[in-house]
């Protein structure tokens, strides 16, 4: 069975910088894309990054462009993302979750697992 296991969230200051796990059990890891999405009360959760099987293709929503940096350590069955320059905005639940397929794609109906979730606060 696969579990994803996220971890890293917390209360940061805006402008300051947090970096979520995902550790993945099961052998398939290295063969999925990967992809972290967050979610606050009565909103659709977002796609907010994807990296391919690989590593060598990503895809980031624009408001996280320049500031997150999603990357895999797939002999660690581990999934990262680096977040800097913190806004309130960013104040969300944080999900990792794995794709289907190898490569990039967008909609949480192309994951079929997930994570239980990670609470992270920027407080302004």
């Known amino acids: 069975q696969v579990q994803l296991v996220e971890s890293g969230g917390g209360l940061v200051q805006a402008g300051g910088s947090l970096r979520l796990s995902c550790a993945v059990s099961?052998?398939?890891?290295?063969?999925?894309?990967m992809g972290w999405f967050r979610q606050t009360p009565g909103k659709e959760r977002e796609l907010v990054a994807v990296?391919?099987?690989?590593?060598?293709?990503?895809y980031y929503t624009n408001s996280v462009k320049g500031r997150f940096t999603i990357s895999r350590d797939n002999a660690k069955n581990t999934v990262y993302l680096q977040m800097n320059s913190l806004k309130p905005e960013d104040t969300a639940v944080y999900y990792c979750?794995?794709?289907?397929?190898?490569?990039?794609?967008?909609?949480?109906?192309?994951?079929?697992?997930w994570g239980q979730g990670t609470q992270v606060t920027v407080s302004s």
């Open positions: 979750a794995r794709a289907r397929s190898s490569t990039v794609v967008i909609s949480p109906t192309d994951y079929a697992y």
């Open positions: 990296i391919s099987w690989n590593g060598d293709s990503t």
């Open positions: 099961g052998r398939t890891f290295s063969i999925n894309a």
